[in-house]
């Protein structure tokens, strides 16, 4: 049976100057920031709040590349190879859409994309006067995000603790709201006998929550409500 298989971004892009004023590229994962060249910027860029396959990554990477770098040092399978070895893309595969996705979540934390009216001036004076978006489509930053049910139980309790995504799917699975404090947390995650750190990701594989919950994260990450973190 054929497999599918997702890539994603790890972490969030910062751009930083030297002293002489020169402004270069980062990706700060976990607190840890990353130095990338173009080449890698240009690839990390294509990931960032996108869910692809391979195939529809190498294209739009060509079509970057063909824009902004004339002369590029490495081969695509090089360039996505080494951000896969530094953590600043995740992979996963599976026999069905859904499975790969889950296994592409299961090492990730979903962190909630704090919703600041200055972000959002920014975001609106970057599409409508920089980008030349028409203003129907740049005032589209001013309207609220609204969230389904099951993905506003997901940004609560992200932003409640750092949870990855089956721990998310532990909580909605056993209807735990509350996970403030670390011994609310650890109650709910690891309040049996049979659950452990190791053996997490495979069982919330078989959870009827995992399903629902697996689509929340990967509609609130499209829609640029969270970035993705591996600790």
Known sequence: MPQHSY?????HYQCRSTAAGDRYP???????????DPQEM?????????????????????????????????DFETCLYRLLHRGLIAAGTGET????????????????????????LAAFFS????QGAPLPDAVRVFRRDKPSQQERLVLDLSRQAVLSVPELIKCVEHQ??????????????YG?????????????RQARSMEPVTIAVANLYLRKQLIFEQV
């Open 176 to 189: 735990v709201s509350d996970v403030s404090t670390e011994s609310k947390l650890l109650s709910a995650l």
């Open 97 to 120: 859409a859904l499975d790969a996705l889950y296994d592409l979540f299961t090492g990730l934390y979903p962190i909630p994309v704090p919703q600041r009216l200055p972000l959002r």
């Open 42 to 74: 240009t690839l990390w860029s294509c990931l960032a709040w996108h869910l692809m396959e391979s195939r529809q990554l190498e294209r739009g990477y060509h079509r970057l590349e063909r824009e902004l770098l004339p002369a590029p040092r490495r």
């Open 192 to 204: 049996d006998r049979e659950t452990t750190s190791d053996n997490l990701g495979f069982t919330m």
């Open 7 to 11: 890539y994603t971004a790890v972490g």
């Open 127 to 130: 599409l409508f006067l920089t």
């Open 26 to 36: 980062v990706v700060i994962r976990n607190d840890r920031v990353y130095e990338v």
